[in-house]
Structure formats: structure tokens, C-alpha cells
T-cell receptor, first 116, second 111 residues
């Protein structure tokens, strides 16, 4: 089945380290997203990409960067990790074309990141 | 930008009871309202959505209602079962643009 995958699934790192979280999808979707989930705060958008040449900041992009290496791959980097970036990170995809009246998103399994 | 408020943050019901979760949104241009269910340790998954050209949509035991004038929408689950226990998120968007999520409701269904 077509799916969205994330690596690693769990990561513990130290303050100041550079971390990369990777997302791959076999759904053939153009749109990809990175979210952060914290207890009681819901899902907050970090960055999103509507195609390989398109990168956009979301609600909470400070301290993060992304790279869209191919239609199927979208990576999230923390250049210098800090403890308040400890969270559950989700990648998502969507095939909603421009002008669509919907935006169903398909989520990956998540990466639990702990910054000590 | 859009702001979505979701209530309650936690909801406990007995098996067989109904559960209602409510969301309000701020941007009157928003026209797509999905609901996602996230079971413990799992990824969020879409369970139902509604577009602004309809006021209600049902799928078996779940239904969503939309009041565009008041800018609020609700998720209704009837005959709740233990497997309905999860965190539920509402969201809003203008069509295919980015989703803005509520903070979530933890639903606990006791046998």
C-alpha cells in the first residue's frame, strides 16, 4: 500500500546538535508538510511544500529548516537543537490540486524527538 | 490567519452514550472542515469532513454539523464504544490551502 514513512522513529540528542528528520512517501502526492505535536497544543505547522521547487514557512518555523529533495522526500532539520524542541514530529502529504475544495492529509507514523 | 478553538479538551462518557465535540473558527472564508482521530501512539487519520456548501454529513455513527453564520462546527458520535477512545482534532482551511488545527479533545469511553 502507498504510504508515508518517517525516519528515525525515535531520537534522543543533546542541546546544540544538528538533527535531520526524514520523510518519504509512495503516494505520489505533490504536497508535503511538517507538523509538531505537543500535549495540549494540537498540531502546529512548521513548513510545507507544494512541489519540489516550492518551500513555505508555517506557523512555527523559527529554529527549523527543510529540504525537498524530490517529489517523494521532504526533510526537516534542526540546526542547533534546544530542549523546547522536544516533541512528536509528523510529516503529512496531500494530493489536493490547486482550486480543490478539500485538503485531506495523510500522516506518517511520527518521530519522537527528545533534546536533552 | 485562521484560528480554531476546540472544546472540551477532555470528555469522558459511558459506553453507549453520545459524545459531542465543538469547534469555532475565525476566518469566514474557510470552507473545508475535517476531523482527525488519533489513537494512542498512532498517526492522525481523517474520519469525516464537511465542506461549506452543506450543513450536515453523516457516516454511520459519526456526524458533523456546520453553522457558517456562527462559524462553528461539531462532531457527533452516537452509541460510543471503547474503541472510540482517542484524541480528536478539528481543522479548518480555505479549500486546498493549509489546515489550521484545534488543540484536540481526548475522548475516553468507559465500558
Amino acid at each position: 500500500d502507498a504510504d508515508v514513512t518517517q525516519t528515525p522513529r525515535n531520537r534522543i540528542t543533546k542541546t546544540g546538535k544538528r538533527i535531520m528528520l526524514e520523510c518519504s512517501q509512495t503516494k505520489g502526492h505533490d504536497r508535503m508538510y511538517w507538523y509538531r505535536q505537543d500535549p495540549g497544543l494540537g498540531l502546529r505547522l512548521i513548513y510545507y511544500s507544494f512541489d519540489v521547487k516550492d518551500i513555505n514557512k508555517g506557523e512555527i518555523s523559527d529554529g527549523y529548516s527543510v529540504s525537498r529533495q524530490a517529489q517523494a522526500k521532504f526533510s526537516l532539520s534542526l540546526e542547533s537543537a534546544i530542549p523546547n524542541q522536544t516533541a512528536l514530529y509528523f510529516c503529512a502529504t496531500s494530493d489536493a490540486p490547486p482550486g480543490a475544495s478539500y485538503n485531506e492529509q495523510f500522516f506518517g507514523p511520527g518521530t519522537r524527538l527528545t533534546v536533552l | 490567519g485562521e484560528n480554531v478553538e476546540q472544546h472540551p479538551s477532555t470528555l469522558s462518557v459511558q459506553e453507549g452514550d453520545s459524545a459531542v465535540i465543538k469547534c469555532t473558527y475565525s476566518d469566514s472564508a474557510s470552507n473545508y472542515f475535517p476531523w482527525y482521530k488519533q489513537e494512542l501512539g498512532k498517526r492522525p487519520q481523517l474520519i469525516i469532513d464537511i465542506r461549506s456548501n452543506v450543513g450536515e454529513k453523516k457516516d454511520q455513527r459519526i456526524a458533523v454539523t456546520l453553522n457558517k453564520t456562527a462559524k462553528h462546527f461539531s462532531l457527533h458520535i452516537t452509541e460510543t464504544q471503547p474503541e472510540d477512545s482517542a484524541v480528536y482534532f478539528c481543522a479548518a482551511s480555505l479549500g486546498y490551502s493549509t489546515l489550521t488545527f484545534g488543540k484536540g479533545t481526548m475522548l475516553l469511553v468507559s465500558p
